[in-house]
């Protein structure tokens, strides 16, 4: 079946460190990849996505490259501010899959000023 | 503005009782979903739905049930079986069929507590 594997959190750093937080997935077929982002109380919001391999997403200065070869979405963002605090998501959506989306288990990131 | 409304957003239970969280889409999703997040772990999906009138179980569904009788609307009861009911309770909808490359859409969740 479909599994999807993040780095376990907490993660700490401190305002303009670069963030790295580590994905990988097993899924049959060619999956499309997905981070979410929940902060504080509320629901969880698409951060970004790539669709195929080799694909990079990019939002908000976050940004993950799809590599079927090593079957990862890492995210990376070259400078964290404080507002990036919060849990993220790494998720993936199978074809043919009416459920459509495996979350993994999230991160917790908080980051100091 | 399109979006999911889940109401309420803090809600509390006594021992034995029924309750029914509710959630509206305006998005003109067919598909709809529910899932349970507990502190420091993932969601796990509860129901979903892909069309009105229609719905299957997810990975933890003993102790709920929903219903869909209308496009806009997904209500789950959390019944006297589920146990262990405390949890962050996500509503979300999307795009349906079986393209694998639409993203899911979130309201805002219920905190449901027992007395």
């Known amino acids: 079946g479909n599994s999807v594997t993040q780095m376990e959190g907490p993660v700490t750093l401190s305002e303009e460190a670069f963030l790295t937080i580590n994905c990988t997935y097993t899924?049959?077929?060619?999956?499309?990849l997905f981070w979410y982002v929940q902060y504080p109380g509320e629901g969880l919001q698409l951060l970004l996505k790539?669709?195929?391999?080799?694909d990079k997403g990019s939002n908000k200065g976050f940004e993950a490259t799809y590599r079927k070869e090593t079957t990862s979405f890492h995210l990376e963002k070259g400078s964290v501010q404080v507002s990036d605090s919060a849990v993220y998501f790494c998720?993936?959506?199978?074809?043919?899959?009416?459920?459509?989306?495996?979350f993994g288990s999230g991160t917790q990131l908080t980051v100091l000023p | 503005d399109g979006g999911i409304t889940q109401s309420p957003k803090y809600l509390f239970r006594k021992e034995g009782q029924n309750v029914t969280l509710s959630c509206e889409q305006n998005?003109?999703?067919?598909?709809m979903y529910w899932y349970r997040q507990d502190p420091g772990q993932g969601l796990r999906l509860i129901y979903y739905s892909q069309i009105v009138n229609d719905f299957q179980k997810g990975d933890i569904a003993e102790g709920y049930s929903v219903s869909r009788e209308k496009k806009e609307s997904f209500p789950l009861t959390v019944t006297s079986a589920q146990k262990n009911p405390t949890a962050f309770y996500l509503c979300?909808?999307?795009?349906?069929?079986?393209?694998?490359?639409?993203?899911?859409?979130f309201g805002d969740g219920t905190r449901l507590s027992i007395l």
């Open positions: 998005l003109n999703h067919d598909a």
């Open positions: 998720a993936l959506s199978s074809p043919g899959s009416a459920r459509q989306l495996t």
């Open positions: 979300a909808s999307s795009i349906a069929g079986t393209a694998n490359n639409q993203p899911q859409h």
């Open positions: 790539a669709t195929k391999a080799d």
């Open positions: 899924a049959t077929g060619y999956p499309s």
